[in-house]
């Protein structure tokens, strides 16, 4: 592959994903999956009406339900580790960067 063909690559490969995200945000995805961790289910909301009826005590905390998605893979556990040593090489170099620039403008 030339340099030609390896940029095109790289051009549409970033506008695909640009396009993905972009249309992702227009249809309300991300707002719809917030509405409906924020929802009660109709099974909790005939709990809460029920214990209403019978006058117990209300806490929140007994009607809602949280979802807890397992990331733990082996490519989730190698997207961790690189994002913490690319933010500590990252991290390094700009306070090395800076650093030396310092010199010059304390001088």
Do not use: W
Request: glycine fraction near 4%.
């Amino acid at each position: 592959m030339n340099k030609e063909n390896i940029f095109k690559f790289i051009f549409m490969f970033l506008l695909v994903i640009y396009l993905c995200l972009y249309f992702t945000n227009m249809t309300g995805l991300y707002e719809y999956k917030n509405y409906k961790k924020m929802s009660l289910t109709s099974e909790q909301i005939e709990k809460f009406e029920q214990d209403v009826k019978n006058g117990k005590e209300i806490n929140i905390d007994n009607y809602i339900v949280e979802e807890k998605t397992m990331h733990n893979n082996k490519i989730g556990n190698f997207g961790k580790k690189f994002s913490f040593k690319f933010s500590e090489v990252l991290t390094n170099t700009l306070t090395k960067t800076f650093n030396f620039l310092s010199k010059f403008i304390s001088e």
